[in-house]
């Protein structure tokens, strides 16, 4: 019976259907690159990175140096997801923040990759760097 919460949820969540359009938005601050410069943009954006992984994951922080973040890998068939992050130089000081997420649930997680990508895009670049996806009121 552990296994009917999360089968609900999955089924529960596929019932929320996003328009072309907003499905269109949430890819497009999904593929947006995270770009900071050394010095202050790399340490606020950083910063907010760290701060958006341990407010919206349900296992905590293993490892959180200058370069990467990293949760603890989901156990079970969890739907909630752990995530990597890793500040990758560009060359000329600049960087990439890449996060990366998944889950121990065969169904799929939630929310779904692009979804949460999305949101740490638009956490880590800042309210006035894109149009809001969380406010949304499908993609919640």
Not at 34 to 60: F, L, P, T
Request: contains cysteine.
């Amino acid at each position: 019976m552990k296994w009917l919460g999360p089968l609900l949820v999955s089924i529960l969540a596929a019932c929320t259907t996003l328009t072309p359009e907003q499905e269109l938005h949430l890819k497009t601050i999904a593929a947006t690159p995270v770009v900071c410069s050394k010095g202050d943009d790399c340490e606020m954006k950083w910063g907010r990175a760290i701060a958006w992984i341990s407010r919206n994951s349900q296992w905590k922080i293993q490892t959180q140096t200058d370069n990467i973040i990293q949760t603890y890998t989901p156990i079970g068939a969890s739907a909630a997801s752990g995530f990597l992050v890793n500040k990758v130089p560009l060359g000329d000081g600049r960087y990439e923040i890449m996060m990366t997420s998944g889950c121990a649930n065969f169904i799929g997680c939630i929310p779904d990759a692009t979804t949460l990508r999305a949101r740490f895009n638009e956490f880590v670049l800042g309210p006035e760097a894109l149009p809001s996806v969380s406010a949304s009121p499908a993609s919640k």
